[in-house]
C-alpha cells in the first residue's frame, strides 16, 4: 500500500497552465506504471494519462498535446502539467497507482473566466 498526496490545484482561466503534483509514501519506481485520472461533476472518473517505470507515457485524445506527465524517480513524485487549459477540463484530479491500487484524496481544478 502506498499513500499518494496530490497537490496544486486550483483556479485558473482558460488558456492558462497548472502543474499538478503527486507525492508518494513509498517507491514509485518499484510500484512501476502511475496514472492521473479526473473526474467532473455528474461524469465517471476516466484516466487521463499514464506513464510506466520508465517514462513512456499514454494519454487520452482530448489533453493530447495539452498536458504532460512525467516523474521523478528519486524523489517519488509524479507530475500533470496542464496547459492551454480548457473550461471542459474542470474536474477532480487524482493520482493513482494502478497496480498497488492505490488513490489520492484529489485535487480541484476549475478553468473559468
Known amino acids: 500500500q502506498v499513500q499518494l498526496v496530490e497537490s496544486g490545484g486550483g483556479l485558473v482561466q482558460p488558456g492558462g497552465s497548472l502543474r499538478l503534483s503527486c507525492a508518494a509514501s513509498g517507491s514509485i519506481f518499484s510500484i512501476g506504471n502511475m496514472a492521473w485520472y479526473r473526474q467532473a461533476p455528474g461524469k465517471q472518473r476516466e484516466l487521463v494519462a499514464r506513464?510506466?517505470?520508465?517514462?513512456?507515457?499514454t494519454y487520452v485524445d482530448s489533453v493530447k498535446g495539452r498536458f504532460t506527465i512525467s516523474r521523478d524517480n528519486a524523489k517519488n513524485m509524479v507530475y500533470l502539467q496542464m496547459n492551454s487549459l480548457k473550461p471542459e477540463d474542470t474536474a477532480v484530479y487524482y493520482c493513482n497507482a494502478p497496480t498497488t491500487g492505490d488513490w489520492g484524496q484529489g485535487t480541484q481544478v476549475t478553468v473559468s473566466s
Open positions: 506513464i510506466s517505470r520508465f517514462s513512456i507515457t
